[in-house]
């Protein structure tokens, strides 16, 4: 028997298993929805595999949920996450991470991660859940960011507000930029 999967994956594990159980999914069909291989969703669910946000993102669309869901363990009443620490998870097509720092309540919907991006390949976002909105905070460097059509370019302490559930995409244009992003889910 393999050894218990350490955090975020075994959270990531857990959380998938109670949201296709909840939902009433079978392993291929929620592979089928979010547009990846059975084999992948079952090595997820057994915390063995090494998920990207972008597999994240399809899973939590295809479930309905926000990504937060996915990889927030439970929470105590104080917390405190340190500069570094925290569950990372990386892109698999730009070096782009994301930090969950705060999930938003079952009827707030709305979680805030810290985002850290270097210069070079830019990171493409799928439309998340319908009627989702990001904002977002420049905290150092600078960044490029938006919808396919109506990017914009920000700087530090610069904010910006778009659709999350359209097609979008971030772009760091200096090195070391880094961003507070609060993504709403109606």
């Given at each position: 028997?393999?050894?218990?999967?350490?955090?975020?994956?075994?959270?990531?594990?857990?959380?998938?298993?109670?949201?296709?159980?909840?939902?009433?999914?079978?392993?291929?069909?929620?592979?089928?929805?979010?547009?990846?291989?059975?084999?992948?969703?079952?090595?997820?669910?057994?915390?063995?595999?090494?998920?990207?946000?972008?597999?994240?993102?399809?899973?939590?669309?295809?479930?309905?949920?926000?990504?937060?869901?996915?990889?927030?363990?439970?929470?105590?009443?104080?917390?405190?996450?340190?500069?570094?620490?925290?569950?990372?998870?990386?892109?698999?097509?730009?070096?782009?991470?994301?930090?969950?720092?705060?999930?938003?309540?079952?009827?707030?919907?709305?979680?805030?991660?810290?985002?850290?991006?270097?210069?070079?390949?830019?990171?493409?976002?799928?439309?998340?859940?319908?009627r989702s909105v990001e904002h977002l905070v420049v905290g150092a460097g600078r960044l490029r960011?938006?919808?396919?059509?109506?990017?914009?370019?920000?700087?530090?302490?610069?904010?910006?507000?778009?659709?999350?559930?359209?097609?979008?995409?971030?772009?760091?244009?200096?090195?070391?930029?880094?961003?507070?992003?609060?993504?709403?889910?109606?």
């Amino acid at each position: 028997m393999p050894p218990d999967p350490a955090p975020p994956l075994a959270t990531i594990a857990a959380a998938l298993r109670h949201e296709r159980q909840r939902v009433g999914l079978s392993l291929t069909e929620l592979a089928r929805r979010a547009g990846i291989a059975k084999s992948t969703l079952s090595q997820l669910e057994s915390g063995t595999g090494n998920p990207s946000v972008e597999t994240l993102w399809a899973l939590g669309v295809a479930l309905d949920v926000p990504f937060s869901r996915l990889v927030e363990p439970p929470v105590a009443a104080v917390r405190v996450i340190r500069a570094g620490d925290g569950p990372r998870i990386r892109s698999e097509h730009a070096d782009f991470s994301g930090t969950l720092l705060a999930a938003g309540a079952a009827h707030a919907r709305r979680d805030v991660y810290l985002i850290e991006l270097e210069p070079g390949r830019v990171r493409s976002a799928a439309a998340h859940t319908p009627r989702s909105v990001e904002h977002l905070v420049v905290g150092a460097g600078r960044l490029r960011c938006g919808p396919e059509h109506e990017q914009v370019e920000l700087g530090p302490g610069d904010y910006a507000t778009f659709p999350g559930d359209a097609p979008h995409h971030y772009e760091a244009l200096e090195p070391g930029t880094f961003a507070v992003l609060i993504m709403e889910h109606p």
